[in-house]
């Protein structure tokens, strides 16, 4: 499973409008980004209009394509798009991915296996 996390700028004179919309999303577009492959898919709000999407998917690029294609999707995204600031093209295919440097659950599971035996020749303390 691949974690995802993207950073949108929403224009501030439209921030209680976009939010607005989102309670609640169409149940069909929840429905194709289900379908889509996104799972545990959250935005998160903060000061300025500066959103921040996760999800986590198997395959983010099957799942671009197939909201890429999808007619709801598109429906949504043309009706999205002018909340964003600085954003060229349909919100959903735009958004760079942040590039993760931490998650927990990864490094805990590194600690825990059994590390290789060192050389004590080559090792330098």
Request: proline share 7%; hydrophobic share 40%.
């Amino acid at each position: 499973m691949r974690r995802i996390c993207f950073q949108l700028l929403i224009k501030p004179e439209l921030l209680d409008e976009y939010v607005e919309r989102h309670t609640p999303v169409w149940p069909e577009m929840l429905a194709e980004i289900a379908a889509a492959g996104r799972h545990n898919y959250s935005l998160f709000l903060g000061e300025g209009g500066r959103l921040i999407g996760y999800y986590e998917t198997d395959d983010d690029d099957a799942a671009q394509a197939y909201l890429a294609a999808s007619p709801v999707a598109a429906r949504w995204e043309a009706q999205m798009g002018r909340y964003f600031a600085g954003l060229e093209g349909r919100p959903d295919q735009a958004a760079t991915p942040l590039a993760e440097i931490f998650h927990l659950e990864d490094q805990l599971a590194a600690a825990a296996a059994p590390s290789p035996a060192i050389d004590e020749e080559s090792d330098p303390s």
